[in-house]
């Protein structure tokens, strides 16, 4: 086995992956970052949910938002519903560790507020019930997910926003959805802070 061969390999792949979606993403994700932007200037906030890679994903977006991503600017209200242990496992316990995530929804997400659902499978039962959770509480949603979309793809209003990354393996559909939380940190705070380039 060469080593330095396949590395080269996942370089290459993703960066083509990430091209070949570039065309079919864009739009969407331009669309959530007016969706987000909308929400955070009427007072609203950004919930985001995931497993695994995808909770890394919304804890990583939650810290851009409530920090800073490039350029300061004031914090913005945003929650990774992945992080608070105590929460989670009592829910886990008590109810199951499908409704994880729509329970918190149901008690922190007001109405006009966005929740960020990462799956890349679009079939993880704790992110399909955040999703109906939100719609009950009358959220916006914005599904980052892969695969054709899965489960997700199906139960999505004509109002949410759905970023379907092109791809089968799951590395590479992290790989995008990465990038894209990256866009859409950079294209909130170019909207928020009036920069045009």
């Known amino acids: 086995m060469n080593l330095i061969s396949r590395v080269s390999q996942h370089f290459k792949d993703s960066a083509q992956n990430q091209l070949d979606a570039v065309e079919l993403l864009a739009a969407p994700i331009a669309q959530a970052i007016e969706a987000m932007v909308a929400c955070l200037l009427n007072n609203g906030k950004i919930l985001a949910c995931g497993n695994g890679g995808s909770a890394a994903d919304a804890q990583h977006l939650a810290a851009e938002l409530v920090g800073r991503f490039e350029a300061e600017r004031h914090e913005l209200a945003a929650i990774a519903l992945t992080t608070d242990t105590s929460v989670i496992s009592a829910i886990a316990n008590d109810y199951g560790y499908k409704v994880i995530f729509a329970k918190q929804v149901r008690a922190l997400g007001q109405p006009g507020d966005v929740l960020v659902a990462i799956s890349t ?13 939100a719609h009950e509480n009358e959220l916006r949603v914005v599904a980052l997910t892969g695969k054709g979309g899965g489960s997700i793809a199906e139960i999505l209003y004509e109002t949410d926003v759905h970023i379907c990354v092109p791809a089968e393996r799951t590395a590479r559909i992290q790989e995008t959805h990465l990038l894209t ?15 045009e380039q």
């Open 181 to 195: 939380i990256h866009c859409l940190c950079d294209g909130i705070d170019c909207l928020l802070m009036g920069v």
């Open 121 to 133: 499978s679009g079939n993880s039962p704790n992110v399909i019930e955040a999703i109906n959770a």
